[in-house]
């Protein structure tokens, strides 16, 4: 997951507004077994796109990616059910954080929300701050990670992270 | 207990004295220092929270970290709040995890409904145990944790990663945000509460249109606000996609302060040039407002509503809206009359000692002989969790914070947003309707 390997997927649209409870509603946050989480993922987005979420998907999305609960199970279960990245238009401030502290690149690109459609497949490279779509060679440019969270990603993390802060302190 | 506020106490605020407000000044005592909004900095925490939904999965994080203790055992509040009391056996396991995890890590603030004295929903419990002082930084692991800036200090949201990561550490990472100075013009009028201004403000906003904002309240409705009310208005702030609201303690948070023996910062004064961005909200004869389903910030004036909006149940609770003066505003509004047949009033007092100065008022008596289900405090049906979730094509009437597709049970099921007021009129309706004309 260091930015040098481009991450690459097949698009699944969602919509703008998309929140924490369409992501995972409320009444699964008894559970805390990710693949659990997962069967529950965007079960109440319509029309529905659960079935399509799986290995090397690029979940799309328009405005306020993620906005409401801080519930990280929302991103667990997008984790677990093998997405490749998030690209969206915005996030929500927490949802952004818990991506990419779980280790998810989550990436704002409006034009790519604008132009991509549903099913395409893409490639994600961070370090150039470009989505590509090799189909057609249509290229998108978003703002590149700040170091920091180039940092977290390339961690696998902030676990990680602060695993190694933790080390480097010389305490638990 | 003062030792908790060190840090607090002992801030120094941005070096190159450009004017700032809270927010800044706040981030800038706790390491941030003159970062520029955009940028990213490590502030320090003076308190970290969480809950039994946010807390099964920081813990875990936590122990993977390799932590073998956190920052300061004094410094951290674990509330059993969402699933409480217990509605299955997950949700039982959920709250042993946050009991174990106070046993083993010598965290005495731990409180669960009917297992401590005092015992609630979270947002409301911190200020009232005087743990929420002016000029600190609270990360919890909760998207309301915004609702602390009633007393003047920054609370922030996050997920639970972040919050094993600060249990660990005592500080997070955060992006500066642009300030965002609101401006109150005029006096709302009748029947309106804390409530009606932030539906106002999101009203304006939408609901990203503060994101990554940090909101700052002004103006002399602002000043005069009762501390329940500032709550409401400070918890709705995440609705505008801002990552918090504030507002500088007035004469009502500083009595609040001294009886609880919580000690004042007067160094913390809000310049007023020191926003990226003013936004002028008028309130001057504001109506009650209602934030109509799915979205909170999908605001219009009561009397813009259709007639006749039939209401399966009633919701007055929750972090926003559970307090004294709303449970107050819920019986001023029924104004005698029983809870229309077909209609469920849920009310759930937002902690145990609002629950019990209810009932030395004469309002839980009041509320229960005109027909009211009294629920215990918790975040119960505010977010689908139980006690009180909604059927396939049934409407709500709630005095809580969000109404997404679903909230509060089947996806379905709508969820209407007001004050405490309008819900007790509309109560006694079994209909929305306006407490000006009923």
């Known amino acids: 997951m260091n930015g040098a390997t481009p991450l690459a997927g097949r698009v699944v649209r969602l919509g703008d507004d998309v929140n924490t409870d369409i992501v995972l509603a409320g009444e699964y946050l008894n559970m805390t077994d990710p693949d659990e989480l997962a069967l529950h993922l965007l079960e109440r987005f319509e029309p529905p796109v659960a079935d399509r979420i799986g290995q090397g998907t690029v979940l799309l999305a328009g405005r306020a990616f993620g906005g409401g609960s801080s519930r990280e199970q929302a991103v667990l279960a997008i984790v677990a059910r093998g997405v490749t990245a998030l690209v969206a238009a915005s996030f929500a401030r927490i949802f952004f954080r818990n991506a990419v502290n779980l280790g998810l690149p989550a990436v704002e690109c409006p034009d790519a929300w604008r132009d991509v459609a549903d099913g395409d497949e893409v490639t994600i490279d961070l370090a150039s701050g470009t989505l590509t779509r090799p189909v057609d060679g249509a290229v998108w440019s978003f703002p590149i990670p700040s170091p920091f969270v180039a940092d977290l990603l390339a961690a696998g993390g902030l676990e990680e992270w602060t695993r190694q802060r933790l080390a480097s302190l010389g305490s638990g | ?438």
């Open chain 2, 1 to 438: 207990m003062h030792r908790l506020w060190e840090v607090a106490l002992s801030t120094t605020y941005r070096s190159d004295s450009r004017p700032a407000g809270l927010t800044t000044k706040i981030l800038a005592g706790h390491g941030a220092g003159d970062a520029k909004p955009g940028a990213l900095a490590t502030v320090s925490c003076d308190l970290v929270m969480m809950n039994d939904v946010s807390g099964s999965l920081a813990m875990r994080a936590f122990e993977r970290m390799g932590a073998v203790r956190v920052f300061d055992p004094e410094r951290v509040v674990l509330v059993a709040d969402h699933f409480v009391p217990a509605k299955d056996v997950r949700s039982a396991e959920l709250v042993a995890d946050l009991r174990r995890f106070a046993q083993r890590y010598g965290i005495e603030h731990y409180y669960e409904l009917g297992r401590t004295e005092e015992a609630g929903i979270e947002h409301t419990l911190l200020p009232e145990l005087g743990l929420i002082a002016p000029g600190s930084l609270i990360a919890g692991g909760d998207s309301h944790t915004c609702t602390y800036g009633a007393f003047g200090a920054l609370g922030l949201g996050f997920g639970s990663t972040d919050i094993a990561s600060a249990l660990a550490l005592g500080e997070v990472w955060v992006r500066m945000p642009e300030t965002i100075r609101i401006e109150f013009v005029g006096q709302p009028g009748p029947w309106t509460a804390g409530k009606d201004l932030i539906l106002a403000v999101l009203r304006q906003t939408g609901s990203s249109g503060a994101a990554y904002g940090a909101l700052e309240f002004w103006g002399d409705v602002v000043d005069e606000l009762s501390v329940d009310d500032r709550m409401a208005l400070c918890n709705m702030a995440i609705e505008s996609g801002a990552k918090s609201g504030i507002c500088a303690p007035n004469a009502a948070v500083l009595e609040w302060l001294d009886a609880r023996s919580v000690p004042r910062v007067d160094a913390l004064v809000a310049d007023e040039e020191g926003y990226d961005h003013v936004l002028r909200v008028d309130v001057d004869g504001l109506p009650p407002l209602v934030a109509c389903p799915p979205d909170p910030a999908a605001v219009i004036a009561i009397d813009e509503l259709p007639s006749g909006l039939r209401l399966d149940q009633v919701y007055v609770g929750n972090c926003s809206n559970g307090t004294l003066s709303d449970l107050r505003q819920l019986v001023a509004g029924l104004a005698g009359r029983r809870v229309a047949r077909g209609t469920r009033l849920m009310v759930v007092p937002a902690s145990n000692a609002i629950h019990r100065a209810a009932m030395t008022e004469g309002l839980i008596e009041t509320l229960v002989m005109a027909g009211a289900v009294i629920v215990p405090p918790t975040c119960g049906a505010c977010f689908g969790g139980h006690m009180g979730i909604l059927g396939r094509g049934e409407r709500a009437l709630a005095t809580t914070n969000r109404n997404f597709r679903g909230r509060m049970g089947h996806a379905d099921s709508e969820v209407y947003l007001s004050n405490a007021a309008v819900a007790g009129a509309s109560a006694a309706a079994g209909a929305i309707v306006d407490p000006r004309a009923s």
